[in-house]
């Protein structure tokens, strides 16, 4: 269980800004502020981070500490582009300030509300949480990654986030694009979907790169009489 | 040796281009040029036999055509050449299909492009057309496999069609032959002004496509705005063709990619495939109407759905392996047409063909080429005719129902977890059950794969552990009598290709392959097509590969005369001792290079002597099974993968075979096995 301590937003920011993830690009704090010479403080303080001269570097608590600051922050973004719709300069600066109200334990809802995603919406890795190596399951989920419906849900198509271009683009040309209606038929040995009247077949790696927003009801269709038991156990990744 | 000039003369004799300047065919270009262009599996193969009545191959799963096929249809007065393409998901090229298909719409210059889609998946599909007119091309739009979309319950309005797409749209079932007339006068007609939909992409790739089609100054045979698009999603065979072309281009052309793509959080791949696919589905809303689908599922989809079953799907392989492998082949063709050639050369031709020969040529060193005891009739035509080519045949025919009826994708869709195991993704059982026919067309068809290292692995699999059907043909006819012996073998042979693919995925880098892949639905074979393919497979392997028989007749002969070949076997006589070999089996594997099957063939001939059997046959059976691939192979290995990797590949089987069999021989004896 992450051990977190409450901080102030700027010294959450801050923390965030040292997270070796982070994009370079990421505004950092101006130095001769006030609020940032209180920040380092505050964080200093409380053992999270160490001042090699004018640089400073997190420590194991405060690894584990802006790991949960950047999910929290990049789980609102996902939020926000998936469910709520909102894009581009806006939902940046709102997931900036939802971030700091997501606190722990709720971003574990969300994260399985959402799926648990792997990436926000611009391409970063969200670091997974407990939920994650659980495969918790929300009860009324509203995006989930394909691979880890029941045969007989669907939906829309969300996104399609992959490491490898060459899947994503293929999975496109083949008809997954953003708003395609998608139903999971089978999901042993690989996964078959429908997709309008198209039937695609892919591996669990594959179908875990499509994300689905739930529009059925969520509740697997009745098993039909070809279906023996054979819908695996959601396995954590 | 290469069997080029064979390929020439076979593309004479069927009407290909071979595409050189003094080809005889080529002749003055008076004609119309008409390119076929659709995704995989939508039937432009069978659009093309229909218009040009010539042949192109045919099936029931994603990337049949490997090989562009060209054909002349006349319609009314005008002449049309028709180029027939590997399927594309889009212009953009992904595999190595799609970089043939990119490469003829980039030089071929083409009068009309025939847009071949499938009804069904109407806007999917019209995501490209929309892609085929953006590119300034002048399309015409097929919506073929009608009768199936109409089944399904699907609709399309075509003058609503043609008005939104600013084309011609015919509707047809091109199987079966309906709406063929209405392409032909619409094929006959002037070719149709490029059509007038346009997309509107985010303004940021706007205005990089403004700036690429600014920089580009060499024709390409394409719009700027087409080749804009495509080099934005970073395609890396146009960027290849741009740099040779205008070298000085190339940095500001990364550049600008570069920039454009750190705008968005997405490939532009995505970016663009999603701005496109809104406009296909405004198009295709006002055009399709879906009435409920059938409640009740069909015979098709209840059986479509059994045979991806986990637990109902293995009968199913069962009853299939049964009755198309056992029966088919294995009794059928070797039993019945095998045994019945057989006697015929035996008591008829042989004889007859050895006092012809013996008359007319007095040498006996001439006349031992031909009727001597490796001579060209007595042994090559013999074991070709007889032997070889009804097993192949048998074989070909039982795949070809098997393509047609759109049961591969479904077995390699659950096989795929165990393929992954073994380097390889559920796609490679395509050309791995095609290799239980013909090991050397296989390996040519080891191009539907998708990565190097899958590609490598299956042919190395091929070469060792796939038995080709004329090996299985003599192996089940040998066998058939001894069902331990025979199951020994299978899980012998079984086990060596799981083992040794493990092992190859192992040492081979590479990520895992992923796994993909369209599932047809399953559809009735048509008997003329599955007569069609398989009597092409069967000329294929009539002229490509017999020649290679009599090829090594002639080695024989002159290992024979030079006692080359004596010495050989001489050589081969410990290690065959060592596996607990007769004699008369060095022979035997000695035959087996030049032709698998010939060595399969030659044990035929010595269990038939009584000089083998029990378990030394089991033993030789399973060695010759691994053992090297036949020259034919080997060379197409050479062809498809390079020297270095046909060499490697021989040079880990031979020991690998033989060790095996010492093994094999070793457990059998000591654990007394009697067979």
Known sequence: ????????????????????????????????SVSTREAVEELQA???VEANGPALSLTATGLTTAAGVVR???????????VLNVSGALATETACRFEHLLRRGLDDEICTLLGHPRVCPHGSPIP????????????????????????????VIAYLQSQRREVMSRLLAMGATPGAPI???????????????????????????IYVRLTRASKPARQSRLRLGFRRRHGGR | MTVRPLAYVRDLLTGRQCGCETCPLAGARTSRKLILFGSPNVGKSVVFNQLTGAYAVVSNYPGTTVEVSRGRAQVREVALEVVDTPGAYSLAALSDDERVTQELLLEERPDVV?????????????????????????????????????????????????????????????????????????LAAPPPPPGGVAVSYPEVVERAIGRVGELLQADYGLSRRALALLLLQRDESLRARVQSREPEIVSELDWIVGETEACFAQPLSFVIAVARQQVADQISAKALTQRAAPLRPGLSETLGRLAMHPVYGLPLLVAVVYFGLYLGVGKLAAGVAVETLETLFAQHVSPVATVFVTRLLPWPVASKLLVGDYGMLTLGVRYAFAIVLPLVTAFFLMFALLEDSGYLPRLAMLVDRVFKRIGLSGRAVIPLVLGLGCDTMATLVTRVLETRRERLIATFLLALAVPCSAQLGVILGLLSTHPVGLAIWAGVVFAVFLFSGFLAARVLPGGESRFYLEIPPLRLPSPRNVLVKTWNRVRWYALEVIPLFLLASVLLWIGDLTHLFRLLVAGLQPVVHALGLPDAAAEAFLFGFFRRDYGAARLFDVHGGGAISGVPLVVAMVTVTLFVPCIAQLMVMQKERGWRTALAVTAIIFPFAFGVGYLLNLVLVSLRVQI
């Open chain 2, 114 to 186: 025939l847009h071949v889609a499938d009804a069904k998946h109407l806007a999917r599909m019209l995501a490209m057309t929309v892609q085929l007119v953006e590119a300034g091309l002048p399309v015409v739009l097929d919506l073929n496999i009608m009768d199936e979309a109409e089944r399904a319950g699907v609709q399309v309005d075509l003058p609503a069609l043609e008005r939104e797409l600013g084309l011609p749209v015919v509707a047809t079932a091109a199987a079966s032959g309906v709406g063929m007339d209405r392409l032909r006068s619409l």
């Open chain 1, 72 to 82: 929290r922050e990049r789980l609102a973004e996902r939020l926000l582009a998936d």
């Open chain 1, 46 to 48: 409380k053992g999270l």
């Open chain 1, 128 to 155: 997974p949480g407990p939920c994650c190596a659980e495969g918790a399951q929300a009860a009324a989920k509203v995006v989930s990654s394909l691979a880890d419906l029941s045969p007989g849900q669907g939906g």
């Open chain 1, 183 to 209: 139903v999971l038929r089978q999901r042993f040995p690989s996964l078959v979907f429908a997709l309008g009247h198209t039937e695609l077949a892919v591996d669990e790696e594959t179908a875990r790169d």
């Open chain 1, 1 to 32: 269980m992450r051990e977190e301590v409450a901080l102030s937003d700027v010294a959450e920011e801050l923390l965030a800004g040292l997270w070796p993830e982070q994009e370079a690009a990421a505004a950092a704090p101006d130095p001769k």
